[in-house]
């Protein structure tokens, strides 16, 4: 590695000065790449049971419609269906995690009247209504993790690169620059000192 730096010692103490910076700014961001790692790892976890309670939800709910149209017939069930009065409403509002934006979802059903059922309607098609509800909360709350996710991993992706750059570029480079300028001006001092010396002796032997 060429180092075209001048051998001064301002520039040493200016070296000295960045390397110290990149070796902060290697801890401070490995130590979030850490942090960051054991997050997505963590909400790793939370989405797999999260889809398994979207899986059993709408699972559940299909069978309860299933029944109830055996029960019913399809026309009367989807006739019911269109007759239900449910409004969604979704808030969605963002905080900062170490860098990344992570989003959260706030899931309100609101449901207007008439609330029971008409006579003759059959058990299962209520019990479907109450499982789809259940299915769509948890599918916001599902939504609202693997979006975090993947916000989480992208912010994981650019540390790990400023992690390995300068862990690999600037340190080693700066460590390297450090290096040579310590060796020029260190060479330079014996020169010096040999030149002193050999002037004394000059001089001590001018006097004798």
Not at 15 to 35: N, P
Not at 60 to 89: C, H, P, Q, W
Not at 125 to 138: G, N, Q, T, W, Y
């Amino acid at each position: 590695m060429a180092i075209k730096i001048p051998a001064t010692k301002t520039n040493l103490l200016k070296t000295k000065g960045i390397l110290s910076l990149c070796k902060e700014g290697y801890q401070l961001l490995d130590e979030k790449r850490r942090i960051l790692l054991m997050e997505i790892s963590s909400i790793t976890k939370v989405i797999d049971e999260l889809q398994e309670n979207v899986n059993i939800s709408l699972s559940d709910a299909y069978a309860a419609v299933e029944e109830a149209f055996i029960a019913m017939g399809k026309s009367r069930v989807r006739n019911l269906a269109a007759g239900i009065d449910t409004e969604i409403e979704i808030n969605i509002t963002e905080k900062k995690m170490m860098g990344a934006s992570i989003p959260s979802i706030s899931l309100n059903l609101k449901e207007n009247p008439p609330f029971c059922s008409p006579l003759g309607v059959h058990p299962a098609f209520d019990r479907a209504s109450v499982l789809l509800k259940e299915a769509i909360k948890h599918i916001a709350e599902l939504a609202e993790k693997k979006i975090a996710l993947q916000r989480l991993e992208k912010e994981f992706q650019r540390t790990t690169k400023k992690v390995n750059a300068l862990e690999k570029i600037h340190i080693p480079y700066y460590n390297e620059v450090l290096k040579t300028i310590t060796d020029r001006l260190d060479e330079e001092s014996r020169e010096a000192f040999s030149t002193l010396k050999e002037i004394k002796k000059k001089l001590a032997l001018r006097e004798s």
